[in-house]
């Protein structure tokens, strides 16, 4: 859910500023490894939980 609005509200902010676009970038970048840290802790849980049913 977060990550959606997150999403939603990058993409709101390139479309007002499509003239920054360097700055779009750098904002992009920022954002993505912030998911992706995100997304491997959330992949972890998951796994786990996995595990422990599979048991």
Do not use: M, T, V
Request: positive net charge; hydrophobic residues 15%.
């Amino acid at each position: 859910q977060n990550l959606n609005g997150e999403r939603e509200k990058k993409i709101r902010f390139e479309e007002k500023k499509p003239n920054r676009k360097r700055k779009r970038e750098k904002i992009f970048r920022i954002g993505k490894k912030a998911n992706r840290k995100k997304k491997i802790r959330k992949k972890k849980k998951k796994k786990k939980l996995g595990e422990k049913k599979k048991d």
